[in-house]
């Protein structure tokens, strides 16, 4: 008797079935195609790491949605539930004399437990790119002009780039001398643009009142490169000032790239605000309730592993990319078989050499097996959508059209 769950899947994984695999690992095979060529070298960490490399270090990832695990000295493991986390750890503690900057790039599965939603997988493929040694606006534009073109080079053509900085909310927010809880509930807020739950808490905190004004208004500061300007006019901070002048400077290389049409800003971006020192952004598009991408500056992470670097970079989902392009219309089928191939027992070996040929240039070949849904090469041929049936009779090869 078959088990009750032995013919399906835990929560938040999935089968990819050949269609899905096939475009899978062709957005893969380009991305890494696209990284590589770009100077980025690939890396790859283990899913098992110790809980220590993500215990006490400030980031978007609860430590409750973790995977965890005791090996048998009693030590806690966990699946990984990110891949920047790890590189920094290499980085850290094995690749300490590289030529700066480091380019490395990276395609594995990530693991976290929570809810389960459309997008918010427990298993989640990702591809991204980590730039280190460079604290620059030219390295920010670089990360951000990456996922840009990356998009493009896949066929996306709707989307666009919201970019933060979430040293403007931190220079605004340390002025007033709150508690780090109040912090953390108007950061929430912001990050959520929920007006009214802000509106009624910064009345409720000891801040002055043309700072209530800026955090409030914060959340609606979202669109073109106007904005910037608006945000350098309600500010008096240096230090907030000196956060957008840093945007400005990020965007005018982007400008400069040829990319203005695709980028956004969003000033109420704060998210991971105890993880990211600088520029933080995200990739959207029409039809996906999730980000395409998300990424930013984290130049206090590698330090965690005992080496000062400054560091950006970004990941992406596999599954949220694939739904987008799909969306899109870019997609492919799987190219059908060119050729199908039969003979006589006898002239078995000379067919397998022959079927060898035919691969070394480039054909997709199957051997004819007998089934019960198709007896015939013909008819499995016609089933399977295969062109071309060759027979192989001796030295001789007789080609036939399938109708």
């Given amino acids: 008797m078959i088990g009750k769950l032995k013919v399906y899947l835990p929560g938040g994984v999935q089968d990819y079935l050949p269609d899905e695999c096939y475009n899978k690992r062709k957005v893969e095979d380009k991305i890494r195609k696209f990284f590589f060529l770009s100077g980025y070298d690939e890396v790859e960490t283990p899913v098992l790491e110790y809980f220590d490399v993500f215990a006490g270090v400030k980031t978007s990832i609860d430590q409750e949605s973790m995977f965890k695990l005791v090996d048998p000295e009693g030590r806690i493991l966990v699946l990984r539930p990110d891949i920047t986390m790890p590189i920094a750890r290499m980085v850290g503690t094995k690749l300490k004399d590289c030529t700066l900057p480091l380019r490395l790039s990276y395609l594995g599965n990530v693991y976290r437990y929570g809810e389960i939603q459309i997008c918010k997988q427990r298993e989640v493929a990702q591809a991204g790119l980590e730039l280190l040694g460079v604290d620059s606006p030219e390295a920010d534009a670089e990360v951000i002009a990456m996922a840009i073109q990356m ?77 910037l300007d608006e945000a350098m006019e309600i500010s008096r901070n240096a230090g907030a000032q000196a956060a957008i002048e840093n945007i400005h400077q990020v965007y005018r290389i982007l400008k400069d790239y040829g990319f203005k049409r695709y980028i956004s800003f969003d000033l109420g971006m704060v998210q991971s605000f105890d993880f990211y020192t600088g520029i933080i952004f995200r990739g959207i598009t029409r039809g996906l309730g999730y980000p395409l991408c998300g990424g930013g500056r984290y130049d206090m992470l590698v330090s965690e592993f005992g080496h000062d670097l400054p560091a950006t970079g970004f990941a992406v989902g596999i599954k949220r990319l694939l739904i987008a392009m799909e969306q899109q219309g870019c997609l492919e089928e799987i190219p059908p078989v060119d050729i199908l191939i039969t003979s006589a027992e006898t002239d078995r070996g000379e067919a397998y050499r022959y079927m060898q040929q035919l691969k070394k240039e480039g054909k997709r070949v199957e051997m004819f097996l007998p089934s019960k849904s198709a007896k015939e090469p013909v008819v499995y041929a016609r089933q399977k959508g295969i062109p071309q049936l060759v027979n192989i009779c001796g030295s001789d090869i007789v080609q036939y059209n399938v109708d």
């Fill in 151 to 227: 998009f493009l080079d896949l066929g996306l053509k709707e989307f666009q780039i919201d970019i933060g900085q979430v040293e403007f909310f931190r220079e605004i927010i340390n002025e007033t001398g709150i508690s780090e809880e109040s912090v953390e509930d108007i950061r929430r807020l912001i990050d959520q643009k929920d007006m009214l739950s802000l509106e009624r808490l910064l009345g409720e905190l000891p801040i002055p009142d043309d700072t209530k004004n800026l955090l409030y208004t914060l959340p609606q500061l979202y669109g073109d490169g106007s904005i």
